[in-house]
């Protein structure tokens, strides 16, 4: 089973991925940095509606610091919904920061309030990690899923993904009445499949979501990964597999129990042609990310020695041998499987 012994490296933006994200409206100038949060004058453990306590601290500010950071963080919001239009946001007030004191990135959330409704949503405001923006960019481009973010020098901002967190699906959802078992193991399995198509690593339960849709006759679901910051990191093979993480047992006990083989590779297949369909239309936006990619340090010498070895062994193939970094890999790894396809 997979395990990480050891923290992630944090690397910085390069100039080339800086200039991605410019030419594709990833940058902006941001009225709040995250350097602007961490000077917080007091913090209290937030617990859940259960009163269990969830590893998050909510923080205060001084009265001008605080002013100053709600008129901020409604404009970022404004940013990330509506590109800026303040007149759909003048119902809008900042209701609560909340700091993650675990975790690579230390993320703030921040809770947008509708004064009108009491409704609410959340962004996080986080320490931008090229890793991770790689890990966004390949999601928006690859996946069924589209996501929302903006970077401003070291400070990434992220919309929220809606979701019941994996390790809360597996413990309380999964053996529901009304669950679909069958629906739960196709999707596993598409996901699995997804992560390692692109190299996205790390998918412990907490890392993902359970997106549950009511249909007209049954339940549909769509698991979405929340952390990107182990896109093409570690040097494991197993380590790109959700599969592999015990925390995913239950599910994987699940796929082996009501998935023949077969199906289990025609859903396998299914999800490598959406993948392509998706890979064919943002073809020239991938190409320019891989690019990035291809010239950028995102891991170790070491990782990237261990898993193209296996990656070689994997597929079978010594091209895997010869790439220099994760961006060869990513790149090799995307090629190869819509080959095994049969896809062109």
């Not at 009225?31 to 937030?46: I, K, Q, S």
């Not at 597999?241 to 023949?260: A, G, H, S, T």
Request: overall charge neutral; glycine content about 4%; charged content about 30%.
């Amino acid at each position: 089973m997979n395990s990480i012994s050891k923290k992630k490296l944090f690397y910085p933006i390069a100039a080339c991925l800086r200039k991605y994200l410019h030419e594709y409206d990833r940058e902006t100038k941001l009225p709040v940095r995250y350097e602007d949060l961490v000077h917080y004058t007091d913090a209290f453990p937030y617990y859940d509606k259960k009163g269990h306590d969830t590893l998050w601290e909510t923080i205060m500010f001084d009265q001008q610091s605080q002013a100053e950071l709600n008129s901020g963080l409604t404009q970022i919001y404004a940013l990330l919904k509506t590109d800026g239009d303040m007149s759909v946001m003048e119902h809008l007030y900042v209701s609560r920061i909340d700091y993650c004191t675990f975790g690579n990135s230390n993320p703030f959330r921040v809770q947008i309030m509708n004064q009108l409704n009491d409704n609410y949503d959340y962004f996080y405001v986080k320490r931008a990690d090229a890793s991770r923006i790689y890990g966004l960019e390949l999601e928006y481009i690859l996946s069924p899923n589209r996501i929302n973010y903006l970077v401003d020098g070291d400070t990434l901002i992220e919309e929220h993904i809606a979701g019941i967190p994996g390790d809360l699906f597996i413990k309380d959802f999964l053996n529901r009445p009304a669950s679909n078992k069958v629906r739960i193991a196709k999707e596993f399995v598409k996901f699995n499949e997804r992560c390692f198509v692109r190299l996205l690593g790390d998918m412990r339960s907490y890392n993902y979501v359970v997106d549950i849709t009511p249909d007209f006759e049954d339940e549909q679901y769509r698991v979405r990964p929340i952390d990107f910051d182990q896109q093409s990191y570690e040097g494991r093979k197993s380590m790109y597999l959700p599969q592999f993480f015990k925390d995913n047992n239950m599910i994987v006990d699940l796929v082996l129990k009501l998935l023949k083989p077969d199906v289990v590779k025609q859903y396998q297949n299914e999800e490598r042609t959406l993948i392509f369909r998706r890979l064919r239309t943002a073809r020239y936006r991938l190409k320019d990310l891989i690019d990035c990619m291809r010239k950028d340090t995102i891991s170790t010498p070491e990782k990237i020695e261990q898993l193209k070895k296996e990656l070689a062994q994997h597929h079978h193939s010594d091209e895997f041998l010869k790439c220099r970094g994760m961006g060869d890999l990513v790149r090799l790894n995307l090629k190869t499987v819509m080959k095994k396809a049969k896809i062109r």
